[in-house]
C-alpha cells in the first residue's frame, strides 16, 4: 500500500513537472517570431497539455487528487527578469534550450515512475507513449540548432571601399 501512494506521488510531481513544460513550450511559442519555430512549440505545447490531462485523469480515478501547485501561479511564474529578456534580444534557441531542458527532466521523471513494477499496466503504456513521443520531439528539436539567424538582423551602411590610382 505505501508503495502505491509513493508511485502515486511520484505521479503528481510528474503531473506538476508536465504542467510546467507545457508552460515553457506556451511562453516560447509566444515569445518566437520564426514561423516553423512557432508552430513547432505550439504544438509540443499542446501535446505536454494532453500528457498532463491523462496523467491528472488517471489520479482522478484512481481516488487520489492531482496536485495543484501549477494552477496556483499560472502564467505569473514568469518573473520580471525573463520579461526583461525577452524584450531586450528574442533569442529563438534560448527558448528552444529551455524547453529542451525542461524535457529532459521529465524524461527523468518518467523512468522513475516506470521503474515502479506495481504500475497499472494501462498507466505504464501511456506513460511509455508520452516519454517516446517527448524524446521524438527532442530530435526534432534538433533540427533547429543548425543555426541561430538573427530575427532582426542589423542593417549596417554600404561602404563602397576606394582604391588609390
Known amino acids: 500500500m505505501e508503495n502505491r501512494y509513493s508511485s502515486l506521488s511520484k505521479l503528481n ?3 506538476a513537472a508536465s504542467f510546467e513544460a507545457e508552460r515553457i513550450y506556451y511562453n516560447a511559442s509566444e ?3 520564426e514561423v516553423e519555430l512557432k508552430r513547432f512549440l505550439s504544438h509540443q505545447s499542446v501535446n505536454r497539455n494532453r500528457f498532463s490531462h491523462g496523467i491528472s485523469e488517471f489520479l482522478v480515478q484512481s481516488g487520489i487528487e492531482p496536485g495543484t501547485k501549477w494552477a496556483e501561479k499560472g502564467n505569473l511564474t514568469r518573473d520580471w527578469m ?4 525577452v524584450l531586450e534580444k528574442k533569442r529563438p534557441l534560448a527558448y528552444l534550450r529551455s524547453c529542451k531542458i525542461r524535457d529532459e527532466k521529465n524524461l527523468k521523471l518518467y523512468a522513475e515512475v516506470l521503474e515502479d513494477k506495481s504500475l497499472d499496466p494501462e498507466l505504464a503504456r501511456m506513460l511509455r507513449r508520452q516519454s517516446i ?3 521524438r520531439s527532442l530530435m526534432e528539436a ?5 543555426g541561430e539567424v538573427p530575427m532582426e538582423p542589423v542593417r549596417e551602411p554600404k561602404v563602397r571601399k ?4
Open 31 to 33: 515569445d518566437v517570431q
Open 133 to 135: 513521443s517527448i524524446k
Open 142 to 146: 534538433d533540427k533547429f540548432n543548425t
Open 13 to 15: 510531481q510528474l503531473l
Open 162 to 165: 576606394l582604391r588609390a590610382i
Open 82 to 85: 525573463a520579461e526583461k529578456k
